[in-house]
């Protein structure tokens, strides 16, 4: 499990980052600036690498970064692994992203104000998988200042090591479905998952094929945490998916027709003192409240993607949690979804 961990902990993505059109005012044009961003991190983190190699060329103003892909505005608080898997179907190495210092789109993007908007985006996180796996988010919030400076910079670090040191004291465990526990792992039967489902109309078996999402508008963005019953059974991420996603299973039962997982209704009831900022709150409710359109017998999956790879079926799913997690402990799956077109004569 730990040398999973380490190679998602040191995962990057190759970009080429171009300045807008509108923000350059010097001749000739700066060439893109290539930079490899950790998987595990969040694009606004990459300003310092930025801002200096582009700062000879940009109008006078204040900056405020944000990217696009192919004019799609980036939403700055998913991890710029999950964005990558999510808008790439067909990896693009290097990516090819656009950053721009003037004209945020406040209308399309939350604000961020740099480092420390990321920062607590991803402690408000922290405390969502808190409450999700103990009931509460005391861990976190019991947090000190030193330990919790240490588990920012491990993770803007990517430093696994200094992560496990830090986050050790917050008590959120290990997924284990064993009878026998493994030594030193805390049993955590409710898993915190952020489901990102691409749903298209258009069918397709390339993945080059795949059509482009080109609006926020076909991603919904669900969480869905998990509980885990010890039943003796090999509970693979086939199950969990059928779980996850009972909107595409409908009807179709799981493995020795007994439900192994249910959905936890009242996680994200999250009390108003452990919300956090307001931008966690603003950022919380656009991500719980886009429901998934209900199509299931006519609806095929076509993709899941989990830290750059499309994981086998009947992998055991407290593998797929305790390796592929991020460090909010969050484990986030991209789901491309054929639906049929409601539109069609």
Request: aromatic letters at 8%.
């Amino acid at each position: 499990m730990m040398e999973a961990q380490k190679y998602v902990w040191e995962g990057a993505i190759p970009l080429q980052i171009h300045l807008h059109e509108s923000e350059i005012t010097s001749l000739p044009p700066p060439s893109p600036a290539l930079i490899l961003a950790p998987r595990i991190g969040y694009l606004p983190l990459l300003l310092p690498l930025i801002k200096p190699y582009f700062s000879s060329t940009l109008p006078p103003g204040q900056d405020t970064i944000w990217f696009d892909y192919k004019g799609l505005p980036l939403k700055w608080y998913i991890p710029t692994g999950v964005l990558f898997d999510l808008l790439c179907a067909q990896p693009e190495r290097p990516w090819n992203l656009t950053v721009h210092f003037r004209g945020y789109p406040s209308n399309l993007l939350i604000p961020c104000e740099g480092e420390e908007s990321v920062k607590w985006s991803f402690i408000n996180s922290l405390k969502e998988a808190d409450y999700i796996i103990n009931g509460n988010c005391k861990n976190v919030m019991h947090m000190s200042q030193s330990d919790q400076v240490e588990l920012w910079h491990s993770v803007m670090d990517a430093n696994l090591e200094k992560y496990m040191r830090a986050s050790s004291k917050l008590k959120l465990g290990t997924v284990t479905t064993d009878e026998a526990d493994m030594v030193g792992q805390v049993k955590a039967g409710k898993i915190p998952v952020r489901l990102y489902v691409w749903s298209v109309n258009e069918d397709f078996e390339d993945l080059e094929d795949a059509p482009e999402v080109d609006n926020w508008d076909q991603i919904s963005y669900i969480n869905r945490p998990l509980e885990i019953h010890k039943e003796g059974k090999h509970f693979t991420l086939h199950d969990a998916l059928k779980n996850l996603l009972p909107e595409f299973f409908g009807g179709k039962s799981l493995i020795n027709d007994e439900p192994c997982i249910e959905e936890g209704e009242d996680v994200q009831k999250v009390s108003s003192e452990d919300a956090g900022s307001s931008t966690g709150a603003e950022e919380g409710k656009e991500i719980f409240n886009q429901p998934v359109e209900s199509c299931c017998n006519d609806a095929e999956i076509k993709l899941v993607r989990i830290q750059g790879i499309e994981p086998k079926m009947e992998i055991p799913f407290s593998w797929v949690v305790n390796s592929l997690k991020n460090p909010e402990h969050f484990l986030h799956i991209c789901v491309c979804v054929k639906v049929p077109n409601v539109n069609a004569a």
